[in-house]
């Protein structure tokens, strides 16, 4: 009999990455009856997953490049996904100002269109193709849920008033807000739920081909283990070419692109509940969006990135460009002093020998090794489709387990997920009568973080007090205890980073005093303590 770190047998699938494509296959694959272990090298969604621009998209600026199947998926994607997980994605509308200095890219598809039947056009963007653009946007996805684009005169509504006098007009189109890491998170937790074994500060050292089986070795918080699988996805994210090379030690042609796509965090800039769609003279764009109530998040860049995955940060180049290019929209200059926090991530995109950063596909890519035991390797993908990547993925797999069941994800909601998509303010409500004590931020925090699983965090509490030891910002010993527990938190930073973003509102020395207390629970825990 083979054995897969002492449980006894093998597991189906052994995949390699705890961001959102890894935990979004491995409960796609535990649904179908599945046996699957995962394994990250650090926290889940510590790497790209937790960086990006937490949106549900379609990309609107993907239909310039001719990607309509990408954005058709996309968008269809962003209401199925609302209604599973409606208490950390919702619906959001974004305001596109108009003005003659929007630029394209000059190796567009549609910029070279254009300029071949338009050259007096110089690049611009013609308010009628905007408008094109966004009827496409607002028809592909087979929206029901999201209202449609409208025309908006910035001289008459609030959204102007943040805005340069020069910009007077501007579409409003609808996408969709996404927590990032808690979605990664709750992917986990329900993967783990249907009996997936999820492992996390446990990297892979080795993974070889063997008697019809992968043999995969970890070194993790307890040692080293030995595993043994039918199959290896490589879900890898920025280190997908490492494991196919220096992991798995196959040679392949495949490989990736890795681009920086850095975010600034500022203090709040506008009053409204709505974002900007800023384009630029240079052909890119960002977005300014509302973040944690009291911020504006700004972003994102776009750069090669040359170093290891790793040693990703936002550069001061990145900031201030980004400083400048919101500035070119906003009536008050976006300065370093506005700046409260910065972070970056780095995109896994496909190779596809794109001349930029900005022209390389954000489709995915999914390759299959069969010269021997099956080997999936996941390149690129957003964040939007992963569950149709996990679709796919499992799609190319099922001819080698021909007992799993079809497809079932579709709508099925995550934790906490089991409300109407429009029910947080009744939610929220109802969670305020229960428990008194909690302020309106408080309890909109928690229905927003664990939708109906917040009470059960709660439990019979009368006061604050009853929750425990008070962290700071409304994070307290009860959630942290959740938090570890069922969320495979082990340290500050998974949670006032990842599951939260409370460290944009705790001091450096709150966040040591919560480090020092999940390590002495851990210990606590641990079976050496007994």
């Known amino acids: 009999m083979v054995t897969d770190g002492g449980t006894g047998v093998a597991s189906d699938l052994f995949i390699i990455g705890g961001g959102i494509n890894g935990c979004g296959i491995a409960r796609d694959a535990t649904g179908r009856g599945l046996t699957v272990t995962l394994a990250e090298q650090g926290d889940l969604a510590q790497g790209t997953s937790s960086a990006s621009t937490k949106l549900f998209h379609g990309g609107l600026r993907y239909l310039e490049y001719f990607e309509f199947r990408l954005v058709r998926e996309a968008l269809e994607e962003r209401e199925t996904l609302l209604v599973a997980m409606p208490h950390i994605s919702w619906p959001m509308r974004f305001v596109l100002p108009l003005s003659p200095d929007m630029r394209f890219e000059s190796d567009t598809p549609t910029a070279r269109l254009l300029r071949w039947v338009m050259p007096w056009a110089r690049g611009r963007r013609p308010d009628w193709l905007i408008r094109l653009g966004l009827y496409m946007y607002d028809t592909m996805g087979g929206r029901k849920i999201l209202p449609a684009t409208r025309a908006v005169d910035l001289t008459k509504d609030p959204a102007g008033k943040a805005l340069k006098p020069k910009f007077r007009k501007a579409f409003e189109y609808s996408d969709c807000w996404v927590e990032d890491s808690r979605l990664v998170a709750l992917n986990a937790r329900d993967a ?74 500022t203090k709040r800039l506008f009053d409204h509940d709505r974002c900007y769609f800023f384009q630029g003279t240079d052909g890119r764009i960002i977005f300014a969006i509302p973040y944690e109530q009291d911020f504006t ?226 210990r606590a825990l641990s079976p050496a303590a007994e």
């Open 297 to 522: 998040l700004i972003g994102t860049t776009d750069k090669d990135h040359q170093s290891a995955p790793k040693d990703v940060k936002c550069t001061d180049e990145e900031r201030d460009y980004l400083l400048a290019f919101a500035s070119q929209y906003f009536a008050r200059p976006v300065t370093r002093d506005d700046v409260v926090w910065t972070y970056s991530g780095v995109r896994p995109l496909y190779n596809d020998g794109a001349k930029s950063a900005t022209a390389a596909t954000r489709d995915y890519v999914l390759s299959l090794d069969q010269n021997g035991a099956p080997l999936l390797n996941v390149f690129g993908g957003k964040i939007t489709t992963y569950r149709r990547l996990a679709e796919s993925a499992l799609a190319k797999l099922m001819p080698f387990f021909p007992r799993a069941t079809a497809a079932w994800t579709a709508r099925v909601a995550l934790p906490g997920g089991d409300f109407p998509h429009d029910g947080v303010a009744a939610l929220t409500s109802g969670l305020k009568t229960q428990y008194p004590f909690l302020s309106p931020y408080w309890a909109g925090r928690l229905i927003r973080a664990y939708g109906t699983e917040a009470a059960a965090i709660l439990g019979g509490a009368g006061t604050p007090e009853a929750l425990g030891r008070d962290f700071g910002a409304t994070l307290t010993e009860a959630e942290v205890r959740w938090l570890m527990a069922r969320e495979f938190a082990v340290a500050a930073a998974d949670i006032v980073w990842r599951r939260s973003k409370l460290g944009l509102r705790m001091t450096a020395d709150q966040i040591e005093t919560l480090d020092r207390f999940m390590a002495d629970a851990a």
């Open 192 to 265: 783990a739920a249907r009996g997936a074994r999820i492992m996390t500060r446990t990297r892979v050292v080795s993974a070889e081909r063997r008697d019809g089986l992968w043999h995969v070795t970890t070194e993790g918080p307890h040692g080293t283990d030995h595993h043994q699988a039918r199959a290896l996805v490589n879900a890898g994210g920025p280190w997908v070419e490492d494991v196919i090379r220096n992991v798995a030690r196959i040679n392949s042609a495949e490989g990736v692109r890795l681009v920086r796509g850095s975010h600034i965090v």
